[in-house]
């Protein structure tokens, strides 16, 4: 890699070890969140923080409206008539609903991988150079330079890098899921959302993922949505337990595992109630 | 038992047996056509029967039939059987076939010096050649031989050829702009330029004239074989072959000669003879144009129904009154056409643009593009339907995960979701095409002609004329099979013409397959 770009990716400095939730400067701040499908309530009057360089894992049952407010997040759902909000998102201390905020710019800061694989039907290249070109990268050398890094970061350049040109949907399950994240980091998001990214994959694969998180955690933050909650306990600082829209109890991720305030957190994880 | 009258082991049976049963059916419809079609071109034996009364003609024995007359059956006569012969020589005879009783049938001969000639009047002639003449004077008789005859009579038929080529290069390159521009210049023209012209059109016609005067100088004196003479000017002779004296390769030679006439050459008269060329041609190039302006507009559309429009009973209305537009029978576009494209829209343009040309209509009349705007409004709903479902099976997080990069949804239409959708698009024209090509009744009404020996692409400006008449292979077969008045004669030609429809269909379509292909191949990496 060259020096330029070293220089350009260099992680930050490595963020304080984990002490007090007080403590973190906050990259995303909910204040009393609602959000409706077609009336029917999804979130309710959610107000929290999501803490910067931290993963931050949101579980509970099917439905909780987890996925829900992953979407919010980048705006996903203004393209959804049926959807309606109330109450605020801040991004770094500035609503992402202000007027001036231009969607496209937001979704390149705030970067999502989904649940299933979806790589563009486009080459290896091409995917990961999407966003790019998009923004009016043009010139070659620049995007064979983003391209391998992007690639390099999502542990996936030593697989691809002889086939760079051929199809993306050539690629296994887990291939393409780390090639849809360096697709996302090419653009160098400060967040990158994460909607149950490993459930469509093997264990292999799954532990691949994992890594990664931990890996990119030092350079953005991360928001993890998940129904598997050992994943969630093993890769994310602080977890979240919503249920039907609410959220029921946020804490360092040990103390949700191990010592939950709540009844209900507890019945969750432990599996007594789906 | 028990698995039987539960149905498991009958039904995949039936099902087979019912593939089995279209395929049958589709392998003979091609075999059939292929057969009468193909047959028609091979230089059948001509034989020289004699009749029990002692009279003899020759022909080419083409079918019998089995008749049980109601009167023979009375008088114990039973079937009889009636033989059909071609015999040409429709000057010398007044008909072209002959029907005889195969019981007054005494003798059949193949006698090698028997002729057949094709001829651009009259059709074809059979019986012998005596003698070649030269400016009315005797050259040669069969006194010299036959072969000898024959081996002249070749050299000179390729001289005669060359010589309709070269009438045919003067007329088209020479005549043809010369009284183009004379008409077109009018008044712009100075009187000195005018006159100019003028006499370049004049020596260009005398050396038509010379080419004539060379082309009738030999001439051919021909005698049935019940012993009448005939005059033939060789200039009118197109082809001569001796079937008897051929040997099995030099049929086949002669078989693929006459193959690649018909598919290469123009028709000579509205009734089937010659090639057809300009129908094939006529064809593709009317799918082609129909397929370049149903794709963008039924692509669009279905961009429209299923990415832009907010979905709701307004839309689903709009959706079913396409689908119904698919069952819309096609002669209602025809009229459509003909009133809407051809008077309404042809007839302003005329009145704007071509207005010094009037009353005679330039695009006021049927032509290629009328024909390819009708069929394209009539092959829309084909390609909206395809589309909109290739565009409905692409999964939200394709859309999705374009949006969460900040792309517009223009950009993720343009760069994810029509590349997926592309399959799905090339189905529908490929339907598109199949459909189109085979439509004749629409047609018949916005600019199909009966005969239009000149394609509608040439070297003159704008090169490709789509105000033109243009041939149809449906059409053309509909003509040469319903309309000429010999039905034995249209017959063989019209199974050929069907067999080239199909195969034309078949080859746009394969085309089209194959591109389909290509594409979803580029997706497929050398992983697995």
């Known amino acids: 890699m060259s020096a330029t770009l070293s220089n350009r990716h260099a992680p930050p400095a490595t963020p304080p070890a984990l002490a007090d939730f007080a403590a973190e400067a906050s990259c995303f701040d909910l204040s009393g969140l609602s959000l409706a499908y077609d009336g029917k309530p999804a979130l309710r009057e959610l107000t929290l923080r999501i803490p910067r360089q931290r993963v931050t894992a949101f579980i509970g049952p099917s439905g909780c409206g987890k996925s829900t407010l992953l979407r919010a997040l980048n705006r996903l759902h203004d393209l959804n008539d049926e959807v309606s909000r109330q109450g605020h998102i801040a991004l770094e201390g500035q609503d992402i609903h202000a007027p001036e905020v231009d969607v496209a710019d937001l979704r390149r800061r705030v970067g999502m991988v989904f649940q299933t694989p979806n790589p563009f039907p486009m080459s290896v290249y091409d995917n990961v150079a999407f966003g790019l070109r998009l923004q009016g990268v043009k010139r070659k050398r620049q995007l064979d330079e983003i391209v391998e890094w992007a690639l390099d970061s999502a542990a996936l350049w030593n697989e691809v890098k002889d086939h760079l040109h051929s199809s993306a949907w050539a690629l296994s399950g887990g291939q393409q899921q780390r090639l849809v994240i360096a697709r996302t980091l090419a653009v160098q998001p400060e967040v990158l959302l994460l909607d149950e990214p490993a459930s469509a994959l093997d264990p292999i694969s799954t532990l691949k993922i994992e890594e990664l998180i931990r890996t990119l955690k030092s350079r953005l933050t991360l928001v993890l949505v998940t129904h598997n909650m050992q994943q969630a306990a093993r890769v994310s600082d602080y977890t979240a337990f919503l249920q039907a829209g609410e959220l029921v109890e946020y804490a360092a991720t040990d103390t949700l595992f191990t010592n939950p305030r709540l009844q209900r957190t507890e019945n969750y994880i432990t599996g007594r109630m789906s | ?528």
């Open chain 2, 1 to 528: 038992m028990k698995r039987w009258r539960r149905g498991e082991g009958g039904w995949p049976w039936l099902a087979a047996g019912s593939v089995a049963v279209s395929l049958l059916m589709v392998a003979a419809l091609v075999a059939l056509l292929g057969a009468r079609g193909l047959a028609h071109f091979w230089p059948a034996d001509v034989e020289l029967v004699t009749l029990s009364d002692g009279s003899r003609f020759a022909g080419q024995r083409v079918r019998h039939v089995e008749t049980r007359a109601e009167t023979q059956a009375k008088a114990g006569g039973g079937a009889r059987t009636q033989v059909l012969y071609l015999t040409g020589n429709r000057d010398l005879d007044g008909q072209y076939w002959r029907w005889v009783d195969a019981e007054r049938i005494t003798k059949r001969e193949t006698p090698a010096g028997l002729i057949v000639l094709e001829r651009q009047r009259w059709g074809e002639f059979i019986g012998r050649l005596v003698a070649l003449r030269e400016d009315g004077a005797t050259q040669l008789t069969r006194d010299a031989g036959d072969d000898a005859l024959w081996q002249a009579l070749q050299a000179r038929l390729a001289r005669v050829e060359a010589l309709r080529e070269r009438r045919e290069w003067l007329r088209e390159n020479r005549v043809a702009p010369l009284a183009r521009r004379l008409a077109a210049g009018g008044e712009a023209d100075s009187q000195s330029q005018h006159a100019e012209l003028t006499a370049q059109l004049k020596a260009a016609r005398a050396r038509i004239a010379d080419v004539q005067r060379a082309l009738a100088r030999d001439s051919l004196v021909l005698e049935s074989v019940d012993g009448r003479r005939l005059a033939q000017p060789l200039g009118e002779v197109l082809a001569a072959w001796r079937p008897n004296a051929m040997s099995p390769f030099a049929k086949l030679a002669s078989w693929g000669q006459r193959l690649w006439a018909f598919l290469s050459e123009g028709p000579r008269a509205a009734n089937g003879a010659g090639g057809v060329w300009p129908a094939i041609f006529g064809t593709v190039l009317m799918v082609l144009l129909m397929s370049l302006i149903v794709t963008p507009f039924g692509v669009l559309a279905a961009v429209y129904l299923n990415e832009v429009a907010r979905q709701g009973p307004l839309i689903s209305l709009v959706r079913i009154a396409v689908r119904n537009l698919a069952g819309v029978p096609s002669i209602v576009y025809g009229v459509f056409g003909l009133g809407v494209l051809v008077y309404g829209i042809g007839g302003s343009l005329d009145q704007w643009l071509f207005s010094e040309a009037l009353p005679s209509p330039t695009f006021g009349t049927g032509g290629l593009l009328w024909a390819s705007l009708t069929l394209a409004l009539l092959t829309l709903p084909v390609v909206i339907v395809a589309t909109e479902e290739g565009l409905a099976r692409i999964p939200v997080h394709q859309r999705e995960g374009a949006l969460a990069l900040g792309a517009t949804r223009y950009e993720t239409l343009r760069h994810v979701v029509l590349p997926m959708a592309m399959p799905a698009m090339l189905t529908g024209v490929i339907l598109a095409v199949a459909r189109a090509a085979g439509e004749v009744a629409p047609l018949m009404l916005v600019g199909a002609a009966k005969l239009a020996p000149q394609v509608p692409v040439d070297g003159e400006f704008p090169f490709l004329h789509l105000d033109s008449k243009f041939m149809h292979l449906g059409y053309h077969l509909y003509n040469v099979g319903f309309l000429g008045g010999d039905v034995e004669r249209a017959m063989p030609l019209v199974y050929a013409i069907a067999l080239l429809l199909v195969l034309v269909i078949a080859v746009l379509n394969l085309t089209a397959i194959f591109l389909r292909h290509h594409l979803r191949a580029r997706h497929r990496g050398p992983y697995r």
